[in-house]
């Protein structure tokens, strides 16, 4: 029997889990990874390194990176576009409402 369809106010509390699961994530792992160079380099290397060259040359990463994520991006919306297109809960611009993926 399938389920009843979600309405917005009722994926508000699974957006939010997967929103609080996501922002867990990324501090567990920042936390690693500040523990990790601590142990590697000692917990006050940052003190002896120019931190601002290193944040300029992270920056110029995080850009190639942004591009190439957005490359991705872009390249998974034109598949999208495809399959949401033969969606049947597909408004006039190929929206999906978000409770059809939450259900």
């Known amino acids: 029997m399938p ?26 792992e920042a936390s690693r990874r500040l523990s990790d160079g601590a142990e590697k380099y000692g917990p ?12 300029m040359d992270e920056v110029l990463d995080l850009a190639n990176y942004a591009r190439m994520t957005y490359i991705k991006l872009f390249l998974l919306q034109e598949s999208l576009k495809k399959i949401v297109s033969k969606h049947p809960a597909a408004d006039a611009q190929g929206f999906v409402p978000m409770k059809e993926f939450m259900q």
């Open 3 to 28: 389920s009843d369809p979600l309405t917005p106010s009722d994926s508000v509390p699974i957006v939010a889990q997967a929103l609080a699961e996501a922002d867990l994530s990324f501090v567990e």
């Open 44 to 55: 006050a290397k940052f003190l002896e390194v120019d931190t601002l060259q290193e944040a």
